[in-house]
Every structure is written in structure tokens, then in C-alpha cells.
């Protein structure tokens, strides 16, 4: 559905997007997760043909967004950062409008106009000039206009940000049922919406895809934390030869004992410890008489893999590259 090769861009000196590649199959609802400034906008701008990239492509349904704009659009639903609402017009003439924009024969906006009013519940509203709605139910009236033409593809940028909490349950109740229908791609910097709504997250920060992983991967990964007394000379080369052992970071624990953060490797079967690297960690330690002083099993959750990735310099992120965490 979309593919996204090789984008830069940058707005002077400040380089927005570096080398960006995804690609998003049908049906999938996909969150795009960064900090402010992440270049998020300005991805959700070139899939959507309102700003060139430097370099690189992106093919909607096979069709390059640059050399055809209009249809890409016209597969689209967008619903931009701040929705393109009149608010001096009421929902109803509004969505009128909208439907006419987008060359609905007048046959069909009849149909179309009351499925899109419907889906995102706005029948009690369509009387009322935009300017008297709540912040919630303007951000549904722009909803509304990006779904009116049946999209396949929805784009959103930041859907929830400014609303209250109900609202925001609200709009993501809607946005889970529209995914039914279509794929989805919105962008945000919060966590848990991300895990609300998503099975995949592309993790994007200074204008570099960080990571790009199913939701259940990332916690079905198995990792395993170590803290010792003192560092051995060559406990990071033990534990990096055991077998089922990916990558090994070291760091300081939060009470200062030096810690190791062992990652488990992806395997399609399940080995006898169930993919628990403890027991393994635990015999080398023995063995090697070093001084042990706490070893757990670390599930790695959004959050984790979110700030191990946002923390420079943090040696545990040398072993969590984005190849690692990807499908
Ligand atoms: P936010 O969550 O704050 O909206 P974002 O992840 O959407 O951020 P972008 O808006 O894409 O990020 O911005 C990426 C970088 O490009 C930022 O450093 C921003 O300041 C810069 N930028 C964006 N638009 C412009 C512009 N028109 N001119 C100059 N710099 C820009």
C-alpha cells in the first residue's frame, strides 16, 4: 500500500528526514511514533504530495506520489495537523462542500455524506457552525471530510493532540473502527497511543527510522539484565558466545554496580528455558564464580525500547539497533 524508499529532506540547513524507507501493506494500522521536531509532519506531507522530497520515492498503490499526485490523493483520506475546517460554516454545509471538492457525483454524496456523519457521530451536530464545537468534535468533522470518499488509506497527523481524555478515548474508539476498513498511518508522540491503537510502530527520531517492529515482537523478546559486584574482565565475551544470545550492553545500574543487558535472539522455536535466558546467564555465572548480584528477565515494552533508543550514549542502545527489533 505504501512504499517508502530512500526520502531526505531538509528546510535549509536543518536536515528534516534522512534516508527514510518503510513500506506499509494493506490492512495494517501503523503508528508513526517520535519526539517534537522528529520529522513526522514532514513525511506525512510527501506521502500525501503537498511537499517534494530532495530525494527518494514513495509509490501509493504502485503509483508515484510525485508523478501522480491527484490520484494518490484521491486514494487518500488526510487529515492534516490542524484540520482545513470553515468554521463559519455549518457541519453539514461543510461536508457538502467537501464532497463537491472532491467531484462526488451528486448521486452519491447523499449515500457517502450520511455514512461518513454516521461513523464518526456527528448526526446531532450537522446544523451547527463549526466554530461552536468542541475541540473533539472538530477534529471528527475533519474526520468526516477524510473519509466522505471511502479511502483505503487514511493518513492522520497527530489525531489526538489538544484534546481532553475523553475525547481522546473517543477519537481513538473511531480511528480503531475505520482501520477495519482501511489502512491506517498516524503520526504521534505518545507512547500509548501507539499501544492502543497499533500492531506496528516505525519509531522515527531526528529524521532517521530508529526502529520498525511489530508490537508483539517487541515484547515477546526475551532479554535478560545482570548486575555484579564488579565487572569481570571477560564476562561480556561469556555471555556474548552463549548461544542464545544476540548482542550484550553494559551499563550502570541505577545503584551504580556495573550491569550487563543480554539480548535474546530470535529464534522460531521455543528452546527449553521458553525463550528465558536467566538459567543460562545464571550457570556461565556460576561457573566463572562472578559476583552476582541481581539477574532478572527483562520483557522489553514500547516504552523501554522508546527510551533505550532516545538516551545517546547509553551503551545498552549500541546493542539495540533497529535491524534487531524489525521484522
Ligand atoms: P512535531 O511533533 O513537533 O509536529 P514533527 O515530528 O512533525 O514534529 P516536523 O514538523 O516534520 O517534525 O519537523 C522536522 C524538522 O524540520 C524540525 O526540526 C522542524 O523545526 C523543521 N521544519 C519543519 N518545517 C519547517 C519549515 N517549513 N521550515 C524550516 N524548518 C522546518
Not at 30 to 59: E, R
Not at 174 to 192: C, E, N, P, Q
Not at 223 to 229: H, S
Not at 252 to 264: I, T, W
Amino acid at each position: 500500500m505504501i512504499d517508502v524508499s530512500n526520502l531526505s529532506k531538509s528546510y535549509g540547513d536543518v536536515e528534516a528526514l534522512r534516508d527514510v524507507s518503510f513500506n506499509i501493506g494493506s490492512g495494517e494500522i501503523v503508528g508513526l511514533l517520535g519526539p517534537n521536531g522528529a520529522g513526522k509532519t514532514t513525511i506525512i506531507k510527501i506521502l500525501t504530495g503537498y511537499l517534494q522530497p530532495d530525494k527518494g520515492t514513495v509509490l501509493i498503490n504502485g503509483l508515484d506520489v510525485l508523478e501522480h499526485t491527484r490520484e494518490v490523493q484521491a486514494q487518500i483520506g488526510y487529515l492534516p495537523e490542524t484540520a482545513p475546517l470553515y468554521p463559519e460554516l455549518s457541519v453539514q454545509a461543510y461536508l457538502k462542500m467537501m464532497a463537491d471538492l472532491r467531484q462526488i457525483p451528486e448521486a452519491e454524496q447523499r449515500a457517502l455524506l450520511s455514512e461518513a456523519i454516521y461513523a464518526t457521530g456527528l448526526q446531532e451536530h450537522l446544523t451547527r457552525p463549526i466554530a461552536h464545537l468542541s475541540k473533539g468534535f472538530r477534529q471528527r468533522v475533519g474526520l468526516a471530510q477524510a473519509i466522505l470518499h471511502k479511502p483505503r488509506l487514511l493518513i492522520l497527523d497527530e489525531p489526538t493532540v489538544g484534546l481532553d481524555p475523553t475525547q481522546i478515548v473517543e477519537i481513538r474508539h473511531l480511528i480503531r473502527r475505520l482501520a477495519d476498513h482501511s489502512t491506517v498511518l498516524f503520526s504521534t508522540h505518545i507512547l500509548s497511543e501507539v499501544e492502543a491503537l497499533c500492531n506496528r510502530v516505525i519509531i522515527l527520531m531526528n529524521g532517521e527510522v530508529k526502529a520498525d517492529a511489530r508490537l508483539s515482537e517487541l515484547e515477546a523478546t526475551s532479554d535478560a539484565v545482570l548486575v555484579l559486584e564488579q565487572r569481570p574482565a571477560d564476562a561480556q565475551n561469556l555471555l556474548q558466545r552463549l548461544p542464545q544470545v544476540q548482542g550484550v550492553g553494559m551499563f550502570k545500574s541505577h545503584d551504580g554496580f556495573p550491569a550487563y543487558r543480554v539480548l535474546g535472539r530470535k529464534t522460531e522455536k521455543r528452546d527449553a528455558d521458553g525463550g528465558d535466558l536467566c538459567p543460562a546467564i545464571y550457570k556461565l555465572a556460576r561457573e566463572h564464580d562472578w559476583p552476582l548480584r541481581e539477574l532478572r528477565r527483562d520483557v522489553r515494552t514500547l516504552e523501554t525500547v522508546f527510551n533505550e533508543l532516545a538516551t545517546p550514549g547509553n551503551a545498552a542502545t549500541n546493542v539495540m539497533t533497529a535491524a534487531e527489533v524489525a521484522q
